[in-house]
């Protein structure tokens, strides 16, 4: 039985690691990092979306920055079936990466068997800056929440006004 569990647990993490999970920045899918640039006290509103099909069930995304680079807040769903906010969890599951005092947004698929997703997955998540200097945007994804894999990371160039 500790056999299945690990080979179930273990194909979970495989079927999740060759997904495209990527931010994108004011709905553009494809920033480069270069041309991500605000000013103190500005803001971004960014999305996570797929280029390729996801069907899966309790996939779990984690939104990550340094509070000292700026803040993450809001988000929400854009395809049915997928739950709200687990932004409870978030501080938790952020602490557990080694992120521990990180600004951490997170969300969870929660659909049947056969549902998938494509494109935009989640849509509004605010990205607040108030200090100069880079900010380093991180997204996470897991199978269950425990083992989490780097999906995309965003670099945002916070200069002066």
């Known amino acids: 039985m500790k056999k299945l569990l690990v080979l179930t647990l273990v194909l979970g993490i495989a079927?999740?690691?060759?997904a495209t999970l990527q931010i994108s920045v004011n709905g553009n899918p494809d920033p480069l990092d270069s041309e991500i640039v605000i000013g103190p006290s500005d803001e971004l509103i960014l999305d996570v979306h797929t280029d390729v099909a996801l069907p899966y069930t309790g996939t779990y995304l984690l939104m990550v920055v340094d509070t000292a680079q700026g803040t993450l807040s809001g988000g929400a769903p854009t395809q049915g079936g997928v739950s709200s906010e687990l932004n409870y969890y978030a501080?938790?599951?952020?602490?557990?990466?080694?992120?521990?005092?990180?600004?951490?947004?997170?969300?969870?698929?929660?659909?049947?068997?056969g549902t998938v997703?494509?494109?935009?997955?989640y849509d509004q998540i605010l990205f607040h800056c108030e200090k100069i200097g880079d900010a380093?945007?991180?997204?996470?994804?897991?199978?269950?929440?425990?083992m989490w894999e780097l999906q995309d990371t965003l670099i945002i160039h916070q200069i002066p006004d």
């Open 117 to 121: 997703f494509t494109g935009q997955i």
């Open 15 to 18: 079927s999740l690691a060759p």
């Open 91 to 113: 501080a938790y599951w952020a602490a557990s990466i080694g992120r521990e005092g990180a600004s951490a947004i997170a969300n969870v698929s929660d659909t049947g068997a």
């Open 136 to 146: 380093t945007v991180q997204l996470y994804g897991s199978a269950d929440s425990v």
